[in-house]
C-alpha cells in the first residue's frame, strides 16, 4: 500500500470523511422512500465499494445489481464513446431505481445510462453520487443526493482508479500529474 500513497499529491476526503458522509446519505435515502423498495445499480468498478457502503445504510428491502459501462478505457479522459460492457440481470420495470455512482465527471456516462434504464419503464429513477466535479462542461443531470463536491483533478481511491490501480486506497486523494500526463 505504501507504493500507492506515494502516487497521491494530496488527500482529499479521508476515511472518516467517506463513512460519515455515506452514513448520511444512506440515512436520508431511508427516509425518502419510506414503504419502498429499491433496486440499488452500482456502475461497476468503481462504484462498488460505495454502493457496498451505502446499501448498508439504507433500511429498505433493497436489491442490487450491476451494470459495467465504458467511456474511459485506459485514459485520463473520457472518450465520449460509451458502452455497456455488462447489463443488469435484474429487470427494471415497474421499479424504484436508485443508480449508486462514483463520480459525475463529464456525465456522458450517466446520462447514458439514465436514458437507457429510462427506457425500460422503471417507477422511478434517481442518482445517488459519491462526487461530483465542478467541471464547466459538464452534463445537466439531477442528481438527488451528493456526497461532496470536488475539484476538476485526477482523483483517486475509494474504487476510483487510474488504469485500474489505486482503487484499493481507503480515502480519495490527488494523483501526482506527472504519473497520467
Known sequence: MQQLHKDVDRVLFTQEDLAKRVTEMGQQITKDHPGESLLVISVLRGAAIFM???VRHIDLPLEMDYMAISSYGNGAKSSG???ILKDLTSSVEGRHV???ED???SGLTLKYLIKNLSSRNP???EVATLLRKKTLQQAK???RYVGFECPDEFIVGYGLDYAERYRNLPYIGVLKPDLYE
Do not use: E, G, Q, W
Open 103 to 105: 463520480i459525475l465527471d
Open 141 to 143: 443531470i439531477d442528481c
Open 123 to 125: 417507477a422511478s429513477i
Open 81 to 83: 464513446v460509451v458502452r
Open 98 to 100: 436508485l443508480i449508486a
Open 52 to 54: 457496498a457502503d451505502l
